[in-house]
C-alpha cells in the first residue's frame, strides 16, 4: 500500500539519520548502510535516490529532527509505532556495539513516537499539521529540494552544498546559470582525465586552470571544484546527459572554445591517448560541432602530444 510505503521511506530515513549520529561514516559503513536500505521491498529508483541523499552526507540535529517529526506523523496507529520502534532498535543494534549518543537518539524517536495514543494522536494531527507544516519547512534543510540534481549531476548538487554551508565562496558575477554549467563542464573534464582509471596531478592542473580562467574563481575555488568532479565522475556521472546540458546551456562558439579544453586535459598527462580523442569525438558530436571543429580543436594540441 502507498500508505506502508510512505512509512517505510520515513523511516528509512530515520535509520539514516541514526547512522550519521557521530557525523562520520567510513566507506564500509557507507556500503553496509547501501547493503540494508536496498532491500526494502518495492523500492524503486526514485525512491531509492531519495534515500540515497540523505546517505551522502551528515545529517545534523535540525534535520534530523525534522526526519522524526516526518515520521511521527506518518505512524497512525499503536501498530504502526511498535512496528517502527521495533525495527529501529533491530537496525541500530544490528552491529552489537551502541554508544550513548545512539541510544540517547533512539530515546528520541521513542519519545517522538509515543507522545500519545493512537486515538489522540489521530484528533490532534488537524490541530497541529499547520503548525507542523510550518516546523518541516524552517527546522533544518530539505535536501530533497536539490533531489534532481542529486540524480542528474553530483558535481552541481556538492558544489550547492558547499556553497550553502560557506565552504565555497564564489564571484558575484555568478548567477545559478554560470554555476550550472561550470559543474557540467567540469564534470565533462573529470569524465576525459578519468579514462584510463587515473587522474593525474598535471590533469587536475588543467582542470582547475580552465575553470579559473572560465568562471573567474580563485586558485582554491577552481582546485576545489576540479577536485570535486574528480570525486564524483568515476561513479555518479552521467556522460550523455552532461554533454546534452552543457549544450543547452552553451552557444556554439563556448562549445567550440570547450572542445579544446577537453583536448588540453586530456594531454595535460603528456600524451591524449586514442581512447581520449574518441571520447572527444563523442561529445563533440553530441555538442553538435562539425568534424572540422572537431579537428581544429585537436589540432590545438602539439603533434607530439596527440596517438592520433
Known amino acids: 500500500m502507498a500508505e506502508d510505503m510512505e512509512l517505510i521511506m520515513k523511516l528509512a530515513k530515520v535509520v539514516i539519520a541514526s547512522a550519521w549520529a557521530d557525523d562520520d561514516l567510513t566507506p564500509e559503513e557507507v556500503n553496509s548502510l547501501k547493503d540494508l536500505l536496498f532491500h526494502i521491498p518495492k523500492l524503486d529508483a526514485q ?46 543494534r544490528a552491529d552489537g556495539v551502541v554508544d550513548e549518543r545512539e541510544t540517547a537518539f533512539l530515546e528520541e524517536v521513542k519519545e517522538s513516537l509515543g507522545t500519545a495514543g493512537s486515538g489522540m494522536l489521530g484528533g490532534l494531527r488537524g490541530l497541529v499539521d499547520s503548525a507542523v507544516d510550518r516546523r518541516s519547512q524552517a527546522a ?9 540534481d542529486f540524480v542528474k549531476n553530483r558535481v552541481f548538487y556538492t558544489l550547492r552544498r558547499k556553497l550553502d554551508s560557506g565552504e565555497l565562496k564564489l564571484s558575484g558575477d555568478l548567477d545559478e546559470g554560470d554555476l550550472r554549467k561550470m559543474a557540467l563542464a567540469a564534470g565533462l573534464m573529470a569524465h576525459i582525465a578519468d579514462l584510463d582509471g587515473v587522474v593525474e596531478d598535471g590533469e587536475r592542473e588543467a582542470m582547475a586552470a580552465a575553470v579559473e580562467e572560465g ?28 554533454t546534452r546540458e552543457f549544450y543547452g546551456a552553451t552557444q556554439p562558439d563556448e562549445r567550440r ?28 558530436r553530441i555538442l553538435k560541432l562539425t568534424h572540422k571543429e572537431f579537428i581544429d580543436a585537436k589540432l590545438s594540441i602539439p603533434s607530439d602530444l596527440r596517438s592520433t
Open 215 to 242: 568562471w573567474g574563481l580563485s586558485e582554491a575555488g577552481a582546485h576545489l571544484v576540479a577536485e570535486i568532479a574528480v570525486t564524483k565522475t568515476a561513479a555518479d556521472l552521467d556522460f550523455f546527459r552532461l
Open 47 to 92: 525512491q531509492w535516490a531519495e534515500l540515497d541523499i540523505y546517505i551522502d552526507s551528515p545529517v545534523g540535529p535540525k534535520e534530523r529532527d525534522r526526519l522524526i517529526e516526518d515520521l511521527r506523523r506518518a505512524v497512525h496507529s499503536r501498530a504502526d509505532r511498535q512496528i517502527a520502534i521495533d525495527a529501529l532498535e533491530s537496525l541500530i
Open 140 to 148: 533544518g534543510p530539505n535536501r530533497e529540494a536539490y533531489l534532481e
Open 257 to 284: 572554445a570547450f572542445a579544446r579544453v577537453l583536448f588540453q586535459v586530456a594531454a595535460a598527462d603528456g600524451s591524449v591517448s586514442f581512447d581520449e580523442t574518441e571520447a572527444i569525438r563523442s561529445i563533440t
